[in-house]
């Protein structure tokens, strides 16, 4: 029998609004799941404080993390997803990461290529624009030391020893890096080409953002920069990513 994989999501949206539970439970594939739903429609948590609770009422080996407008483009997702932690030393699964945090600046973008991984669909402008953005043209799993929020899954034993940092990251913002510095203390983050994912908005860095990321460099100065790669990235010379137009087309959902 699979291991059970436990998905978390942090909902603004009406329980009636079934789409997004009924496209994972879709496309999961073989692999037995529960789709724990945190209601936050009045704001009650910040996103660290619901995936908190999430991982409280969780049964899974596997803690999947997946924003309410985060769709899966294949199925069998979670076949694959659970082959992955087969390797005792993963303790976290991304799409989309890079190797190297800058100590004065913790956007995990900004090293550029080919120090960032992963890519996803972006959908924009309600539906009228569709992007294949592609952080790095290699499709084998690399070892990053951050991840994007949009899509991430954990090894559920590590909640015994760690958590998302509802104190510090009382927002929306770098809850998916704390816990990542949390975790390669003792096992390896991967970013996967293996999971497509359509994510229905862009990036945001305004001044909420950047109020975080002052936090999140107090809170990790002694760590920061943060690195697995190989070289220091140039920030002279910074390659950056491409966001490929699908020409308006809106991509289709394969189940294998």
Known sequence: ??????????????????LHEC??????????????????????YSLSAAYNEGVRRSRGS???????????????????????????????VGVAGTEYLFADNPGWVAAGRPYIHGHVIHELDNGKVYHLTVFLWDDADAEVVAVDGLFFAVRHELFNTIRFDDKVFDGFHFYDIDLCMQIRRTHRCI??????????????????WKRYALRFMEKYRSELPAS???T????TRRIPFENLDLKGKAPQVTIA
């Open 62 to 92: 596997i803690a999947a993390f997946v924003h309410e407008d985060v769709f899966f483009m294949e199925g069998g997702w979670g076949e694959k997803l659970v082959k992955k932690f087969i390797d005792p030393t993963i303790g976290l």
């Open 23 to 44: 496209n994972l439970r879709k496309t999961v594939g073989a692999v037995p799941c529960e789709y724990i739903r945190i209601d936050n429609r009045d704001n009650r």
């Open 228 to 230: 697995c790669a190989a």
């Open 232 to 235: 220091v990235p140039d920030r």
């Open 191 to 208: 970013v996967t080409w293996d999971l497509l994912v359509k994510h229905q908005s862009g990036g945001s860095f305004d001044d909420h």
């Open 1 to 18: 029998m699979p291991p059970l994989v436990s998905i978390i999501v942090c909902s603004r949206k009406g329980p009636s609004s079934s």
